[in-house]
T-cell receptor, first 115, second 111 residues
């Protein structure tokens, strides 16, 4: 069966510090991968998605970047965190297929607090 | 403007009671609509999916309806349980690789 992991589960970082959140998927190959942010009381906002190694699409301009060094690994990074980067970060995967968009399976999330 | 709006924002009900959550959307071209359940501090989990041609889908005590003409969907929860306390998110998929998320309804079931 497929599983998706995220770490760390929680993180408290000072403003201006770097960030690296990791997401890995097991039990599937060639998945689409996604990073979302969920601010308090807000809906999920798609940040990045990837359809393959080294292929990253950014949905919104921001202070963050993403990388996909391996097929089932997706990393969210920042060189200098802002207070507004605080939130709940979710990684998700879906089966890569043509046609209608497939169901996304979400990881457990990372709670980031920037102080 | 493509939007997905959910109501109410929050809801408190007694254990055992039924409730209905609403989702109105303006996005197009529509591909499918999903309802997700998100427990506090966890990732969302899919409950139901409906395509354009489907108007109802059940998953245990959860029943989703879709009216593609009026662009409305509802999620009905029957005989609520304490474990139903969560946020319920309506997500509309477009035929392009786009998703639109509602802001969710926070449901609290009290004993």
């Amino acid at each position: 069966s497929q599983t998706i992991h995220q770490w760390p589960a929680t993180l408290v970082q000072p403003v201006g510090s770097p960030l690296s959140l990791e997401c890995t998927v097991e039990g599937t190959s060639n998945p689409n991968l996604y990073w979302y942010r969920q601010a308090a009381g807000r809906g999920l906002q798609l940040l990045f998605y990837s359809v393959g190694i080294g292929q990253i699409s950014s949905e919104v301009p921001q202070n963050l970047s993403a990388s996909r060094p391996q097929d089932r690994q997706f990393i969210l990074s920042s060189k200098k965190l802002l207070l507004s980067d605080s939130g709940f970060y979710l990684c998700a995967w879906s089966v890569r297929a043509s046609g209608a968009h497939n169901e996304q399976f979400f990881g457990p999330g990372t709670r980031l607090t920037v102080l | 403007k493509n939007q997905v709006e959910q109501s109410p924002q929050s809801l408190i009900i007694l254990e055992g009671k039924n409730c209905t959550l609403q989702c109105n959307y303006t996005v197009s071209p529509f591909s499918n609509l999903r309802w997700y359940k998100q427990d506090t501090g966890r990732g969302p989990v899919s409950l139901t999916i409906m395509t354009f041609s489907e108007n109802t889908k059940s998953n245990g005590r959860y029943t989703a309806t879709l009216d593609a003409d009026t662009k409305q969907s509802s999620l009905h929860i029957t005989a609520s349980q304490l474990s139903d306390s969560a946020s319920y998110i309506c997500v509309v998929h477009l035929k392009a690789n786009n998703l639109f998320f509602g802001t969710g309804t926070r449901l609290t079931v009290i004993p």
